[in-house]
């Protein structure tokens, strides 16, 4: 019997554990489910659930390619150049997501940003990358810097700073500021990151309607009602 | 709100569309200044004056808590998340992604305060110093590309933004 909160819970089997990383032997199904208030989110055809709250310009220039979650406060900058995210990707709260501009012939051009699938993007991170492949696990508070190239199975440790023009080798753990390599990943590690985040997305659920405040929804109502006639009554916010 | 006609911005600064000039006293923004989505100049308990030719892109926080004026000079590019409160802010600088420069530091012209990077209450970072790292280590370069650099960036983006 879980406790319906307003806000949104991440379970913590998505957090990282020690920098010294190590798979363990089974992922554990997180029993909790994590809610969201279905007026708050927009669900696309591909299974996109992209929040009201993020904030994205430039949105044609934006690829989604399906079963994404986009958190409240993300901000996404397709405006400036394309920028495309991959399937079962996961972008938390407030992280900005904006392509690099480079310097070409004494002009500032911008370079299209390409995030790969099963990507975690945890919140407060900055991302300027070029590109980012799939299976890559992004911590909070990071800084990663313009012109990055993430490869696969890739981990960033919360608050890292990666310089720009980083170049990330698949299976690494980059952590510190400046970033460094500072562990490695088994090869296990793409089908990990795989189940993560399909597992978060099925248990990234609309918040059901509680049958009991259904009930006072409709007892105050009734007493608007009784009260000014000419009012059009309206559902309260569940 | 009121004092939003006290402002004096200049015709040719571009004020994206959730760009938010906020407080009680007037800003003062130079010519062909960019100002990306989701800035946030507020004026809380002092005026602000910016000079032309800057840079302040998203999330970016720019808090003037003091009486006094406070001061931004030219051609600064402010990026992503960083957090301005000191009152004397000189030109040429960069303030790179999620840098902080507290209230009653001072940075000095050509600087570049590098990534994540906290300046403390009281520190004056001199001309032409770079901090990088966790240590909040110090270098002396001659930084003479920011304007350029900046320069660059402005001409690209009117096009971009709206």
């Not at chain 1, 279905?38 to 299974?47: D, F, N, R, V």
């Not at chain 2, 130079?30 to 998203?58: D, Q, V």
Request: aromatic share 6%.
């Amino acid at each position: 019997h879980f406790p319906i909160s307003s806000r949104i819970w991440r379970p913590a089997s998505l957090l990282p554990r020690a920098i010294m990383f190590e798979l363990h032997g089974t992922v554990e199904e997180p029993t909790r489910k994590i809610y969201f208030d279905a007026k708050s989110y927009i669900q696309t055809k591909l299974g996109n659930k992209i929040s009201k709250k993020s904030i994205l310009y430039g949105s044609s220039k934006i690829r989604v390619l399906g079963k994404t979650i986009v958190e409240p406060g993300v901000v996404i900058r397709g405006d400036l150049a394309t920028v495309d995210l991959g399937k079962n990707c996961v972008i938390c709260e407030n992280s900005v997501i904006r392509p690099p501009d480079q310097r070409y012939q004494g002009k500032t051009i911008f370079v299209p940003l390409k995030i790969g699938d099963h990507c975690i993007i945890e919140s407060n991170s900055v991302i300027q990358a070029a590109k980012i492949a799939d299976y890559v696990h992004v911590g909070k508070n990071c800084v990663i810097g313009k012109r990055c190239m993430l490869s696969s199975c890739v981990k960033i440790l919360d608050n890292t700073v990666l310089a720009p023009n980083t170049v990330c080798p698949p299976f690494t753990v980059f952590g510190g500021s400046p970033g460094k390599v500072v562990a490695r990943l088994p090869p296990s590690y793409q089908f990990f990151c795989m189940e993560q985040t399909m597992t978060y997305y099925r248990n990234f659920v609309e918040k059901p309607r509680d049958p009991g405040s259904s009930a006072r929804q409709s007892a105050r109502q009734s007493t608007r009602q009784s009260r000014a006639p000419s009012r059009t009554s309206k559902v309260s916010k569940s | 709100m009121a004092d939003r006609k006290d402002d004096k911005v200049d015709k040719s600064v571009l004020v994206t569309r959730r760009s938010m000039l906020e407080g009680s006293f007037p800003i003062e923004i130079g010519p062909n200044t960019i100002l990306h989505p989701e800035c946030r100049i507020h004026a809380h308990k002092g005026p602000i004056k910016i000079g032309s030719n800057n840079l302040f892109e998203e999330q970016s926080v720019i808090v003037n808590n003091t009486d006094q004026t406070m001061v931004i000079g030219d051609y600064n590019l402010v990026e992503v998340g960083a957090r301005i409160k000191a009152i004397s802010i000189g030109s040429r600088n960069v303030f790179e992604c999620k840098s902080s420069v507290a209230l009653g530091a001072a940075v000095g012209n050509d600087c570049v305060i590098g990534a994540a990077v906290t300046i403390c209450s009281g520190d004056k970072v001199e001309d032409n110093t770079v901090v990088y790292g966790k240590d909040r280590e110090r270098r002396t370069i001659k930084t003479k590309r920011n304007q350029a650099d900046v320069q660059c960036a402005l001409n690209a983006l009117p096009k971009l933004l709206f």
